[in-house]
T-cell receptor, first 113, second 111 residues
Framework: AQTVTQSQPEMSVQEAETVTLSCTYDTSENNYYLFWYKQPPSRQMILVIRQEAYKQQNATENRFSVNFQKAAKSFSLKISDSQLGDTAMYFCAFTETGNQFYFGTGTSLTVIP | DADVTQTPRNRITKTGKRIMLECSQTKGHDRMYWYRQDPGLGLRLIYYSFDVKDINKGEISDGYSVSRQAQAKFSLSLESAIPNQTALYFC??????????FGPGTRLLVL
């Protein structure tokens, strides 16, 4: 069965510093998609960044970047220059075909002023 | 206006009652999904649909049913609500790249 594991239930970072959130997944497929979603206190789920497994280049969206290690089945999210508005739950997600999606249990990130 | 809307936003009901949660989207996506979110468990897929004639069970479909009335509308029903269905429910659509776009969520409390 496909699984997504986020081993850090809670993390904190000082404002303007860099933080990395970890995610590992399990699949026997060669092609798939990975995502990070942000859920602020408003509870809205917001897409942060996506990565196609066939692309070796790590995805980047402004202050957000990923470290995709396909052989290790690892997909970590790096947030640079952390801002107070980055305080949220972050979920890693995975899909092989776009049919079913699998989410991790989330990491609660607090940015400290 | 929001691309994916859900009604109601909050609902309190009693055990045994039938309730329906509704979802509408203006993104023009064929694929729609219903999830529930429980503390510490992340999001779990209930049902998904690729068009009005294609409905598929997800990870936790027992106790739920869905209806895809049109490309833009996908509703979730609890035929006989029970307390362990208390959760936050999300509707989502997905684009061809697989990225999902979520509604604002419906908080359901079953007493």
């Amino acid at each position: 069965a496909q699984t997504v594991t986020q081993s850090q239930p809670e993390m904190s970072v000082q404002e303007a510093e860099t933080v990395t959130l970890s995610c590992t997944y399990d699949t026997s497929e060669n092609n798939y998609y990975l995502f990070w979603y942000k859920q602020p206190p408003s509870r809205q789920m917001i897409l942060v960044i996506r990565q196609e497994a066939y692309k070796q280049q790590n995805a980047t969206e402004n202050r957000f970047s990923v470290n995709f290690q396909k052989a290790a089945k690892s997909f970590s999210l790096k947030i640079s220059d952390s801002q107070l508005g980055d305080t949220a739950m972050y979920f890693c997600a995975f899909t092989e075909t776009g049919n079913q999606f699998y989410f991790g249990t989330g990491t609660s990130l607090t940015v400290i002023p | 206006d929001a691309d994916v809307t859900q009604t109601p936003r909050n609902r309190i009901t009693k055990t045994g009652k039938r309730i329906m949660l509704e979802c509408s989207q203006t993104k023009g996506h064929d694929r729609m999904y219903w999830y529930r979110q429980d503390p510490g468990l992340g999001l779990r897929l209930i049902y998904y649909s690729f068009d009005v004639k294609d409905i598929n069970k997800g990870e936790i479909s027992d106790g739920y049913s869905v209806s895809r009335q049109a490309q833009a509308k996908f509703s979730l029903s609890l035929e006989s609500a029970i307390p362990n269905q208390t959760a936050l429910y999300f509707c989502a659509t997905s684009d061809p790249s697989g990225a999902q776009y979520f509604g604002p969520g419906t908080r359901l409390l079953v007493l």
